[in-house]
């Protein structure tokens, strides 16, 4: 059964339709990835999805309807962000950045800690002084942190060095394996998204062009739709 549910979505910047009639759905425990060439309306699925943009069209979490809710409300109904270009607050220390946002539940300090040692390690560091990759991961963890019931990661990877890859995908196969979280995951690594994600769904050109289970995604269908 699908915890989350996305039917018929639309959405415009301005003028400007980005969404024509997506189709999405992310089961309890199970990740899934998010696929598609750039601008092809992965990232403003994600946005609409937080209700960070007006959109039209069916988005409901564990049956709640989101459509209309104050962004606010959608991460607190369970919904954590881990945004594309990590967007920390770069004054507050790694510590105060963890708890900034935190509520009650499995994830606390200790457990980030667990996952991420080096964020332990550098807790008393602004976040400003840590790399790209540490970066990341704090942003990861602070998302963690709001007890998410749905984890949506955009681009969690992009632009970090491959043995900070490496430990990322590592992160999420625990999250996988010792959670019960949904996670919708975009990245474009099809070979380390196979090792982690349950299904998939290709976006192009604003809608839903392949839904399915990872292991029936065939050369054939990544050419065609994610390819360059």
């Known amino acids: 059964m ?3 549910t996305v ?23 199970e990740v899934t990835a998010l696929l598609g060439r750039n601008g092809m309306g992965k990232t403003t699925t994600v946005k609409a999805i937080c209700q960070m943009i007006r959109s039209s069209g069916t988005i409901t979490l564990d049956g709640k309807n989101l459509q ?14 881990v945004p594309e270009g990590r967007r920390c607050f770069m004054d ?8 900034a ?15 991420f ?13 840590l790399s790209g990759g540490e970066q990341q991961m704090l942003a990861i963890g602070r998302a963690l942190m709001t007890n998410p019931r749905l984890l949506v990661l955009d681009e969690a990877t992009e632009g970090l060095a491959p043995i900070i890859r490496q ?41 839903t062009v392949w839904s399915g289970a990872m292991s029936d995604l065939t050369s054939e269908v990544s050419e065609k739709h994610i390819g360059v």
């Open 117 to 129: 040692p080096r964020l332990d390690e550098r807790g008393n560091q602004r976040a400003a002084s």
């Open 92 to 99: 507050l220390t790694v510590h105060e950045n963890l708890i």
């Open 167 to 207: 430990e990322i995908w590592a992160a999420m196969r625990q999250l996988k394996q010792n959670t019960s979280v949904a996670i919708l995951l975009i990245d474009k690594s099809l070979k380390e998204l196979a090792t982690v994600s349950d299904t998939a769904t290709i976006l192009a050109r604003g809608r």
């Open 2 to 4: 699908s915890f989350l």
């Open 101 to 115: 946002a935190a509520r009650p539940g499995e994830w606390d300090l200790r457990k980030v800690a667990s996952l």
């Open 68 to 81: 209309g809710l104050p962004s606010h409300k959608v991460a607190r109904s369970g919904v954590g962000l």
């Open 7 to 29: 039917e018929n979505l639309q959405a415009a910047y301005g003028p400007s339709q980005a969404l024509f009639g997506v189709d999405l759905r992310v089961a309890e425990g």
